[in-house]
């Protein structure tokens, strides 16, 4: 949905310390003994991958897809999130094509992206080439012409003139508002859900604005769906709430503004290592954080990589894939995508150009390989060292006798310093040169790096 709504109304919540859930009336409906579900196995050393399924080709559909599924496995891409692939609303629409948002039918394929079969066969693909898939779920909202507005006008918010009307304080005037005082319409989601999961062999869901639907609801629903299988369930929202509520990976909004701020030179590395204390205190050593320099709400709504972040851009990702957290690479974010996707209109991505490849092949083949960099509990916590300066950023991450030395200059100045906290390790491999070092000759030396510049040294 709209980045700049949504983003005014995550800081507004925030801030008053609740989500939608508490501010809007609803049945409560009480659930007792919840355990969220662990993540499954496979993710703990996993990398995701958001696809723009209606930008990533020509045809726009599930079988033109597949041709990059190899590239994508090669690239070090585990888990695949496709954007909504439901047919989209024709009532209210917003542009030529629609948002993908405004779901017409939570059972049934965008026609325009190919049949059931056609994504039938797209899921046992992905999972022929080792990678898992999860589909984008819009709980909160549904278009105007979906079915349930006729057959259940009652599951869904009415204004003060009796009318229907979009969800309250956005500019989503193409989608209507579900009320989850509604017990059958909380089921039928639930079973919709299931259906994908049960028909289709599908590993997880991403839930679009999950803190605008009652955290109740939730705990049922995800409890009922990991019955099935266990799944991988990402939600769009930054609150540790949700992972109380079944949820294994929520998104890191307050990490990737600081990220802008810190490419533009408004903030320093100072306000990184603060970062990280609150993120510390705030969430639980197992719950899974998801780090991204873009994603389809940021290129479209506030540009591109290049547009926000410039020079800095390479830099930022390096910050964001080992840091913390699960990294996401946006699709043509390979690519070097410099543009804006449109949203409502068709707008290919150009695959014409891949040599950002290496460089993202490099940080997810590092993430696979060592176990410092792995999610949640599976990985180490990053150590911060001091520096002569606030533009020079220094972490390290250890685990299971593994390591790893980041070092990021945030000016557009060379910076030339001194640094002799390295392990007294036999080799140390620079993971972009491939430079062999040992830990006492590199605490002797003088390290230098350019504007923007970085390196990763590797135990």
Same mark, same amino acid.
């Given at each position: 949905m709209?980045?700049?709504i949504?983003?005014?109304t995550?800081?507004?919540?925030?801030l008053q310390?609740?989500?939608?859930s508490?501010?809007?009336p609803?049945?409560?409906?009480?659930i007792?003994h919840?355990i969220p579900?662990p993540p499954p196995?496979?993710?703990?050393?996993a990398?995701?991958?958001?696809?723009n399924?209606?930008?990533?080709?020509r045809?726009g559909t599930f079988n033109?897809f597949?041709r990059h599924?190899?590239?994508?496995?090669k690239?070090?891409v585990d888990?695949?999130?496709l954007?909504?692939i439901?047919?989209?609303?024709e009532e209210?629409r917003?542009g030529?094509?629609?948002s993908?948002?405004?779901?017409?039918?939570y059972?049934a394929t965008?026609p325009?992206?190919g049949?059931?079969e056609?994504?039938r066969?797209?899921?046992k693909?992905i999972?022929?080439h080792?990678?898992?898939?999860i589909?984008d =779920?819009?709980p909160n909202h549904?278009?105007f012409?979906?079915p349930?507005?006729?057959a259940?006008p009652?599951?869904?918010?009415?204004d003060?003139?009796g009318q229907i009307?979009h969800?309250?304080g956005t500019?989503?005037?193409d989608v209507?508002?579900?009320?989850?005082?509604q017990p059958?319409?909380?089921?039928?989601?639930?079973?919709s859900m299931?259906? =994908?999961v049960?028909?289709?062999?599908?590993d997880?869901f991403?839930?679009?604005?999950?803190?605008?639907v009652?955290?109740d609801?939730?705990?049922? %629903?995800?409890?009922a769906l990991q019955?099935?299988?266990?799944?991988?369930?990402?939600a769009?929202w930054?609150?540790?709430?949700?992972?109380?509520?079944?949820?294994?990976?929520t998104?890191t =909004?307050g990490?990737h503004h600081l990220? %802008?701020?810190?490419?533009k030179g408004?903030?320093k590395?100072?306000?990184?290592v603060a970062?990280?204390?609150?993120e510390?205190?705030?969430?639980q050593?197992g719950?899974y954080?998801?780090?991204f320099?873009?994603?389809?709400d940021?290129?479209?709504?506030?540009?591109?990589?290049?547009?926000r972040?410039?020079?800095a851009?390479?830099a930022?990702?390096v910050l964001?894939f080992?840091?913390f957290?699960m990294p996401?690479i946006?699709?043509?974010?390979?690519a070097?995508?410099?543009k804006r996707?449109?949203?409502?209109?068709?707008?290919?991505?150009?695959w014409?150009?891949l040599?950002?490849?290496?460089?993202?092949q490099?940080?997810?083949?590092?993430?696979?390989?060592n176990?410092?960099l792995?999610?949640?509990r599976h990985?180490a916590?990053?150590?911060?060292?001091?520096?002569p300066?606030k533009d020079?950023?220094?972490f390290?991450?250890?685990?299971?006798g593994?390591s790893?030395?980041?070092?990021i200059n945030l000016?557009?100045h060379t910076q030339?310093?001194?640094?002799?906290?390295?392990e007294?390790?036999?080799?140390?491999t620079?993971v972009f040169?491939?430079?062999?070092a040992k830990?006492?000759?590199?605490?002797?030396r003088n390290?230098?790096l350019g504007?923007?510049?970085?390196?990763?040294?590797e135990?």
């Open positions: 709209p980045f700049k949504l983003l005014t995550l800081l507004m919540l925030t310390g609740c989500s939608r508490d501010v809007r609803h049945l409560s409906q009480k007792s919840f579900a196995d496979w993710t703990k050393n990398t995701i991958y958001e696809v399924l209606r930008q990533y080709t045809e033109a597949r599924l190899t590239r994508l496995e690239l070090g888990i695949l999130w954007m909504p439901y047919p989209i609303g209210r917003k030529g094509m629609g993908p948002y405004s779901v017409r039918d059972r965008n325009d992206m049949t059931r056609d994504f066969a797209l899921v693909d999972h022929r080792g990678m898992k898939i589909l =779920w819009v549904s278009a012409d979906n349930w507005i006729t259940h009652e599951w869904y918010t009415k003060e003139n009307t969800p309250e500019d989503w005037t209507a508002d579900l009320n989850y005082d059958e319409m909380r089921k039928e989601m639930t079973a299931a259906y =994908w049960r028909q289709f062999d599908i997880g991403r839930c679009d604005v999950a803190g605008f009652p955290n609801f939730w705990k049922e %629903n995800n409890a019955n099935i299988k266990p799944l991988f369930l990402l769009e930054d609150d540790p709430a949700l992972h109380r509520a079944g949820f294994h990976m998104y =909004w990490f990220l %802008n701020q810190l490419a408004q903030k590395a100072p306000d990184v970062y990280m204390q609150e510390r205190q705030k969430f050593p719950d954080r998801m780090c320099t873009t994603n389809h940021e290129n479209t709504w506030k540009g591109s990589i290049h547009e972040m410039g020079d851009g390479d930022m990702n964001a080992t840091l957290g996401l946006y699709s043509g974010q390979e070097g995508l410099q996707l449109s949203f409502f209109e068709k707008d290919e991505i150009d014409s150009d040599s950002k490849s290496g460089f993202y490099t940080l997810l083949s590092l993430k696979h390989r176990p410092a792995w999610n949640g990985g916590p990053a150590e911060f060292f001091p520096t300066n020079l950023l220094i390290t991450r250890h685990k299971a593994r790893v030395y980041v070092f000016s557009a030339e310093f001194y640094f002799d906290k390295f007294n390790a036999p080799a140390f620079n040169t491939d430079e062999i830990g006492s000759d590199l605490n002797s390290h230098r504007p923007r510049g970085f390196m990763i040294w135990k």
